[in-house]
């Protein structure tokens, strides 16, 4: 209801996603029908925005000092302070009521992909003691969010060769994808990279 949704509306998603079943099929076997408990309809057009108003209920626990990027299950929580020992307190705080939030809502957080930085153009960084569901958080120089990657000096240049890589990779796909057609091979042919140059390397130098 917090969400601005009519009473009637709230019970149509309530039969929306009650009752809901499904099979595994495995190479033609299928296995009993089962009831699905928790989530939404994968592939389904209101999952994405059931699962934004599912998830937006962790901007309040959202200390002051601390502003968070949510972007569907990706989550960054953001100190600024002139202290480190300052700022791990209050992140850890955060990431207690956050544990909290997952525990009441039948969620985890994927402490292995959890990580820490700190940003600062000090040559002396401390390592920050953060723990999430009893482990503690690695730190990370280098970041990535939604696709950026950060430099914990704030510089730009990983960004810049990180996205070469990539696009490096693009390219070479690219490559592979005209050379292949152009020696006409199929994918069921099941051919590698390594042939088709070669392929092309005696084409263009014959013995």
Not at 103 to 124: C, G, Q
Not at 137 to 157: A, I
Request: with cysteine.
């Amino acid at each position: 209801m917090q969400a601005g949704v009519s009473h009637n509306m709230l019970k149509w998603i309530q039969n929306y996603l009650s009752q809901r079943t499904g099979r595994v099929n495995l190479q033609g076997r299928e296995s009993r029908q089962a009831i699905f408990k928790d989530g939404v309809p994968q592939g389904g057009v209101l999952s994405p925005t059931l699962f934004l108003v599912f998830t937006n209920s962790t901007q309040n626990i959202i200390k002051p000092h601390v502003k968070a990027a949510l972007y569907a299950d990706d989550l960054a929580l953001i100190c600024s302070e002139d202290s480190c020992g300052t700022a791990q307190v209050r992140l850890q705080e955060c990431l207690t009521l956050l544990e909290q939030w997952t525990d009441d809502w039948a969620m985890t957080v994927n402490a292995a992909k959890t990580t820490y930085s700190i940003f600062s153009l000090s040559t002396k960084i401390p390592k920050l003691r953060l723990r999430i569901n009893n482990s503690l958080l690695e730190k990370e120089n280098y970041p990535k969010y939604l696709g950026v990657t950060f430099d914990t000096l704030m510089m730009y240049g990983c960004e810049a060769s990180s996205q070469k890589k990539d696009d490096d990779k693009r390219i070479e796909a690219a490559e592979m994808w005209f050379y292949r057609r152009i020696l006409r091979v199929k994918w069921t042919d099941k051919r590698t990279n390594e042939s088709v140059l070669k392929e092309l390397k005696n084409r263009k130098n014959p013995t």
